[in-house]
């Protein structure tokens, strides 16, 4: 196994790329005319995944070392279709029910109310624009 160095807060760990390797789809094998670039390490691009979902950065705003955006967003666009990210979180949260466990009879939505920002009156009633 190719041990990654933990410099990088933003760097998978073995332990964790271990859980999550299995559920990334083998990709569709390129054109012999039209080979394209070297596909890049899905390591490398589920890393700048998360950075991106844990920074709340832009695509474009992603540090050039992590790989360029395109590559980046378009890695996230096919994982997105082919349903890693589901089965990541379905795979975690398995762990979690044989780790701690799940009481999956009873169950919560968290939500928050907050004021919107064009809001009617302090009655809340909405103005028709009439007068």
């Not at 410099?7 to 859980?19: A, C, G, M, Y």
């Not at 029910?97 to 009655?123: C, F, H, I, S």
Request: proline share 7%.
């Amino acid at each position: 196994m190719n041990t990654q160095q933990n410099t990088n807060p933003f760097s998978i760990s073995d332990e964790l790329w271990v859980r999550i390797e299995p559920l990334i789809p083998v990709p569709q094998p390129k054109r012999r005319d039209r080979p394209g670039r070297p596909r890049q390490s899905n390591r490398q691009m589920m890393a700048a995944i998360f950075y991106v979902l844990r920074t709340g950065c832009q695509w474009k705003a992603l540090p050039r070392d992590m790989g360029a955006a395109s590559t980046v967003h378009d890695r996230f666009q096919e994982w997105r279709a082919a349903g890693v990210f589901e089965r990541m979180w379905q795979a975690g949260l398995q762990a979690y029910d044989a780790l701690k466990g799940v009481d999956w009879e009873w169950q919560a939505m968290d939500g928050a109310m907050t004021k919107a920002p064009l809001g009617g009156k302090r009655n809340g009633s909405q103005s028709d624009g009439s007068g």
